[in-house]
């Protein structure tokens, strides 16, 4: 049964039990109480209202003559009408989803390590101090602000301390609390690499009225002249796995970074979103390692273990943790205890560690099925930074436009995306963005035998397949 609320005006003269009627009914209505809801025993509601039983059992007595509620000897009395549906002509029906999905930027769902994260969930919630779950501090747990120092140090070169950890609800809230801070300190531009996935940044940089500049990516990452001429206070790079092309940033490029840093006062923001899968290169560290003054560090779980989690970090340099701790605190009063706990059990028992190798091969192997559909399939096609993640881009052969092969392909029951739409500066060379790690390797290949079909489709150059 559920509560209600009922207020009765013993100053009118209505009766009691009219104006219990006219609440209800007008709730049953309004929709407020729904179709099939039961309603409390006649006796409680008499004793929460300070009125006799039977002043509650005439008002429901009346309704259920008139339809509203129904009861049935031996069990609740329950709400029996519903409030009235405006006359709408049928939704349309949703469109068929693909019948192979080349999504970029996910992580393989279906492969998410449930029970180990159970057994996390139930000891910390079986074990956590009470304080625990109460409010929290604008940084986090305590015990996941060690464990993930521990992990960045060891796992990717970083230089952390868990006193300069804020722990985030994923990448986009990082990105959001050092515009927010920096904006407030004065920032006026940032710069982005170019392509890039810029949705979480520009719209947050026009709320503040900052600019947004593009960086043009080279094969090997972010053009540090360009750099050095934006007049940027800050600059987002993805210096790893430059996304989408794949590019690692050299080490003297990264050397040039933190002395234009340095040198600017200003500060890199370094998205370290996917440099746990790693197939044909040894580990490239992150860049936070090399200036932890001038460099912030961000990552999540987002491509690891689940988006749905909403966990992340952020670690900033020094002079901007606390103001970095105090805007996630205004922002949301910290994020949830319980899966922070969690996860700081789940990286201490090195469950974390593990899910990592079991799932390193399986993606390399739907990459290297995807590399080979490509091969036989669409060998005019040029595929570039396979060497690690979960995406690959594939250039196109002159002639051939993306949009038109994108629209091909869905004709043949295929998503794909284009490089297009994450440029900045105009239009550039024509590829298409190719997630493999939700498809197994017979759906690649088939997906691939339909793209090279939607190909052939389109006019453009002689042989852009067999």
């Given at each position: 049964?559920?509560?209600?609320?009922?207020?009765?005006?013993?100053?009118?003269?209505?009766?009691?039990?009219?104006?219990?009627?006219?609440?209800?009914?007008?709730?049953?209505?309004?929709?407020?109480?729904?179709?099939?809801m039961?309603?409390?025993?006649?006796?409680?509601?008499?004793a929460?209202?300070?009125?006799?039983?039977?002043?509650?059992?005439?008002?429901?007595?009346?309704?259920?003559?008139?339809?509203?509620?129904s009861?049935?000897?031996?069990?609740?009395?329950?709400?029996?009408?519903?409030?009235?549906?405006?006359?709408?002509?049928?939704?349309?029906?949703?469109?068929?989803?693909?019948?192979?999905?080349?999504?970029?930027?996910?992580?393989?769902?279906?492969?998410?390590?449930?029970?180990?994260?159970?057994?996390?969930?139930?000891?910390?919630?079986?074990?956590?101090?009470?304080?625990r779950?109460?409010?929290?501090?604008?940084?986090?747990?305590?015990?996941l602000?060690?464990?993930?120092?521990?992990?960045?140090?060891?796992?990717?070169?970083a230089?952390?301390?868990?006193?300069?950890?804020?722990?985030?609800?994923?990448?986009?809230?990082?990105?959001?609390?050092?515009?927010?801070?920096?904006?407030?300190?004065?920032?006026?531009?940032?710069?982005?690499?170019?392509p890039?996935?810029?949705?979480?940044?520009?719209?947050?940089?026009?709320?503040?009225?900052?600019?947004?500049?593009?960086?043009?990516?080279?094969?090997?990452?972010?053009r540090?002249?360009?750099?050095?001429?934006?007049?940027?206070?800050?600059?987002?790079?993805?210096?790893?796995?430059?996304?989408?092309?794949?590019?690692?940033?050299?080490?003297?490029?990264?050397?040039s970074?933190?002395?234009?840093?340095?040198?600017r006062?200003?500060?890199?923001?370094e998205?370290?979103?996917?440099?746990?899968?790693?197939?044909d290169r040894a580990?490239?560290?992150?860049?936070?390692g090399?200036?932890?003054?001038?460099?912030?560090h961000?990552?999540?779980?987002?491509?690891?273990?689940?988006?749905?989690?909403?966990?992340?970090?952020?670690?900033?340099?020094?002079?901007?943790?606390?103001?970095?701790?105090?805007?996630?605190?205004?922002?949301?009063?910290?994020s949830?205890a319980?899966?922070?706990?969690?996860?700081?059990?789940?990286?201490?028992?090195?469950?974390?560690?593990?899910?990592?190798?079991?799932?390193?091969?399986?993606?390399?192997?739907?990459?290297d099925?995807?590399?080979?559909?490509?091969?036989?399939?669409?060998p005019?096609?040029?595929?570039?930074?396979?060497?690690?993640?979960?995406?690959?881009?594939?250039?196109?052969?002159?002639?051939?436009?993306?949009?038109?092969?994108?629209?091909?392909?869905a004709?043949?029951?295929?998503?794909?995306?284009?490089?297009?739409p994450?440029?900045?500066?105009?239009?550039?060379?024509?590829?298409?963005?190719?997630?493999?790690?939700?498809?197994?390797?017979?759906?690649?290949?088939?997906?691939?035998?339909?793209?090279?079909?939607?190909?052939?489709?389109?006019?453009?150059?002689?042989?852009p397949?067999p």
């Amino acid at each position: 049964m559920h509560e209600l609320l009922v207020e009765l005006d013993r100053t009118r003269p209505v009766p009691l039990h009219r104006q219990i009627e006219a609440a209800l009914r007008e709730g049953i209505r309004a929709g407020r109480l729904p179709l099939g809801m039961s309603v409390p025993p006649s006796r409680r509601l008499a004793a929460e209202l300070g009125v006799s039983r039977g002043v509650v059992v005439e008002a429901y007595d009346q309704l259920v003559a008139e339809g509203y509620l129904s009861s049935t000897p031996g069990s609740y009395t329950r709400v029996a009408a519903g409030p009235g549906q405006p006359v709408s002509r049928p939704a349309p029906a949703p469109a068929a989803p693909p019948r192979i999905d080349f999504g970029y930027g996910r992580m393989d769902a279906a492969a998410f390590p449930r029970a180990a994260w159970l057994r996390s969930l139930k000891r910390v919630v079986t074990h956590a101090p009470h304080d625990r779950l109460n409010y929290l501090d604008g940084y986090g747990m305590p015990e996941l602000r060690q464990a993930l120092a521990d992990y960045l140090n060891r796992a990717r070169g970083a230089s952390v301390s868990a006193s300069h950890i804020v722990i985030t609800s994923g990448f986009g809230q990082a990105v959001g609390l050092m515009v927010d801070v920096l904006a407030r300190r004065g920032a006026r531009r940032i710069a982005v690499e170019d392509p890039s996935p810029d949705d979480d940044i520009r719209p947050l940089a026009e709320a503040r009225g900052l600019d947004v500049v593009g960086l043009p990516v080279s094969e090997d990452g972010v053009r540090v002249d360009a750099l050095e001429r934006s007049a940027a206070d800050l600059v987002v790079l993805t210096p790893s796995h430059q996304w989408p092309l794949g590019g690692v940033l050299p080490a003297e490029a990264r050397a040039s970074v933190v002395r234009w840093a340095r040198d600017r006062g200003a500060v890199v923001l370094e998205d370290d979103y996917d440099a746990e899968f790693r197939y044909d290169r040894a580990p490239v560290g992150a860049i936070q390692g090399l200036a932890p003054d001038v460099v912030a560090h961000a990552g999540s779980v987002s491509k690891t273990l689940a988006p749905g989690l909403r966990l992340g970090w952020l670690v900033p340099p020094p002079h901007l943790t606390e103001a970095i701790a105090e805007a996630k605190l205004l922002a949301d009063r910290g994020s949830p205890a319980i899966e922070q706990l969690a996860f700081a059990d789940f990286l201490l028992r090195g469950e974390f560690d593990r899910h990592l190798r079991r799932m390193r091969p399986l993606y390399r192997r739907r990459r290297d099925a995807l590399l080979g559909a490509l091969e036989q399939h669409l060998p005019a096609f040029e595929p570039t930074g396979i060497a690690a993640g979960l995406h690959l881009v594939a250039w196109l052969p002159e002639g051939l436009r993306e949009d038109d092969l994108i629209v091909a392909a869905a004709r043949e029951g295929v998503k794909v995306a284009g490089v297009g739409p994450y440029r900045i500066g105009g239009e550039g060379r024509q590829g298409l963005i190719l997630g493999y790690s939700e498809l197994n390797e017979a759906r690649i290949v088939e997906g691939v035998q339909a793209l090279a079909a939607a190909a052939r489709s389109l006019p453009g150059p002689a042989s852009p397949c067999p």
